[in-house]
């Protein structure tokens, strides 16, 4: 990472790999949420307008970013919504987040591409000397 962005791609075949990055598995899942924004559009052309709740349980970081990315990918689909600005906690197996978006406007936006999931793929949650890293493959 360099500057201050805290999220990045990385090459993965037909697919796109999100990493984020953070002092917190909060913040680097959100980042990681970020980052697959940015596949669909730049993050900053989203306004952080309408909150949406979010939550999952899962046995470990790693299935549980996976949860968060599809439940975040569902409301996408279902609302026709993007998100920009993500706000949660994780204690003991649980998320529970809200997501900021609003609806998709398609001139605005100018999506790229579709995400149609979280993968398991080069999945991976890691803690380092204070610093925390969660990445997939999202498949688009």
Same mark, same amino acid.
């Given at each position: 990472m360099? =500057?201050d962005r805290?999220w990045?791609? #990385? +090459?993965?075949?037909?697919d *796109?790999?999100i990493?984020?990055?953070?002092? %917190?598995p909060?913040?680097a899942?959100a980042n990681?949420a970020? $980052?697959? %924004?940015?596949?669909?559009?730049?993050?900053?052309? *989203? +306004?952080?307008e309408?909150?949406v709740? &979010?939550?999952? %349980?899962a046995?470990?970081l790693?299935l549980?970013?996976?949860? #968060?990315?599809? $439940?975040?990918v569902?409301?996408m689909?279902?609302?026709?919504?993007?998100?920009?600005?993500?706000? &949660?906690s994780?204690r003991?197996? +649980?998320?529970d $987040?809200?997501?900021w978006?609003?609806?998709?406007d398609?001139? +605005?936006h100018?999506?790229a591409?579709e *995400?149609? =999931?979280?993968?398991? %793929?080069e999945?991976?949650v890691s803690?380092?000397?204070?610093?925390w890293t969660?990445?997939?493959v999202v498949d *688009?």
């Open positions: 360099s =500057g805290a990045s791609h #990385f +090459r993965h075949q037909a *796109v790999g990493c984020g990055e953070g002092a %917190t909060e913040q899942f990681a970020i $980052a697959m %924004t940015a596949v669909i559009t730049a993050p900053q052309r *989203v +306004r952080p309408q909150p709740s &979010l939550h999952c %349980t046995p470990d790693e549980l970013l996976v949860d #968060f990315l599809n $439940a975040i569902y409301e689909a279902t609302r026709h919504m993007l998100f920009s600005r993500f706000d &949660l994780i003991d197996g +649980r998320l $987040a809200i997501a978006g609003e609806a998709l398609p001139q +605005r100018q999506p591409v *995400v149609k =999931g979280a993968s398991y %793929t999945l991976e803690h380092e000397n204070g610093h969660a990445r997939c *688009v």
